[in-house]
């Protein structure tokens, strides 16, 4: 493509056509396409959106954008709108240049800098029975208490604590319910600090949670991990599933909500989690 934002769009653009062909469905059978990115006013889902004659809708939460897509979408299936599709994307340079420097500026990375995934992913729901169900979802509050954006995830970390005991509070669960928690992106830090959280604020243990960022790359030393929209679909649908060994799984995304502006203004990050419960039969 012409540029890197038209490459976005066109990864999108792929993923939806590629969801629909998976499930026999043409445009016409689609009720609505929520989508979401990283990129200013939602640029690339806007533009994937205009190949296709569905109903759009264009979502923010960040890194937590997936997640907020199966809740809007969960929540709007009914007897009218049967078939929705989800999608989410990012691109590495795309973020480097809107968040902190070009690449090609050379800038020197910190150890706790991300790298941003660069793809996209398409779902589709619908009331049809398959072997995997939205069976519940909390969506998560904002919270502010970080200010460097080169260490995101301990900007999201605490975001992602309240949002996992709020969820487990509202459905009478505990810590152990679930196979598996599944987050977004606090990368290999992020993930500690999560941890560490929970375990001082609500006296117990997170034994059971996995951070996608932190086991997106097989190398170890690509910073602190990947981050991203597309970390926690990608790893919940090539790596995690195909182990065919959780059965109900939490997955909380985890969104950095900083811009170019609130930067400049030396404001704290504003950072939101959502999580949705997830039951998998193989």
């Given at each position: 493509m012409k540029s890197i934002e038209l490459g976005e769009s066109k990864y999108q653009e792929l993923t939806i056509k590629g969801v629909m062909n998976k499930n026999k469905k043409?445009?016409?059978?689609?009720?609505?396409?929520?989508?979401?990115?990283?990129?200013?006013?939602?640029?690339?889902?806007?533009?994937?959106?205009?190949r296709f004659k569905i109903p759009f809708l264009g979502i923010y939460s960040a890194c937590a954008g997936f997640t907020e897509g199966l809740i809007v979408a969960s929540s709007l299936i009914n007897k009218n709108d049967e078939n929705i599709i989800v999608t989410t994307s990012s691109h590495n340079l795309v973020s480097e240049k809107q968040f902190r420097y070009p690449v090609e500026y050379g800038a020197i990375r910190k150890k706790v800098n991300t790298c941003t995934s660069t793809g996209s992913i398409s779902v589709l729901l619908s009331k049809n029975k398959s072997n995997i169900r939205v069976e519940s979802s909390t969506v998560g509050s904002v919270y502010s208490m970080y200010n460097d954006t080169n260490n995101m995830g301990a900007a999201m970390a605490y975001?992602?604590?309240?949002?996992?005991?709020?969820?487990?509070?509202?459905?009478g669960r505990d810590e152990k319910y679930y196979d598996l928690i599944l987050t977004g992106d606090l990368g290999i830090y992020g993930i500690k600090i999560l941890k560490e959280c929970y375990k001082k604020k609500y006296k117990n243990t997170l034994d059971n949670v996995i951070d996608s960022g932190s086991?997106?790359?097989?190398?170890?030393?690509?910073?602190?991990?990947?981050?991203?929209?597309?970390?926690?679909?990608?790893?919940?649908?090539?790596?995690?599933?195909?182990?065919?060994?959780?059965?109900?799984?939490?997955?909380?995304?985890?969104?950095?909500?900083?811009?170019?502006?609130?930067?400049?203004?030396?404001?704290?990050?504003?950072?939101?989690?959502?999580?949705?419960s997830l039951e998998v039969s193989y």
């Open positions: 043409v445009e016409s059978d689609i009720d609505l396409l929520i989508s979401t990115d990283l990129q200013n006013q939602n640029l690339s889902s806007s533009l994937s959106s205009m975001s992602a604590c309240e949002t996992i005991k709020k969820h487990l509070i509202d459905t086991i997106f790359y097989n190398k170890k030393n690509v910073y602190a991990g990947a981050s991203g929209p597309l970390c926690l679909p990608l790893i919940l649908f090539d790596h995690i599933l195909p182990l065919k060994k959780y059965n109900k799984i939490l997955i909380v995304g985890t969104g950095s909500l900083h811009s170019v502006l609130s930067t400049n203004l030396n404001l704290n990050i504003p950072s939101i989690s959502h999580a949705v």
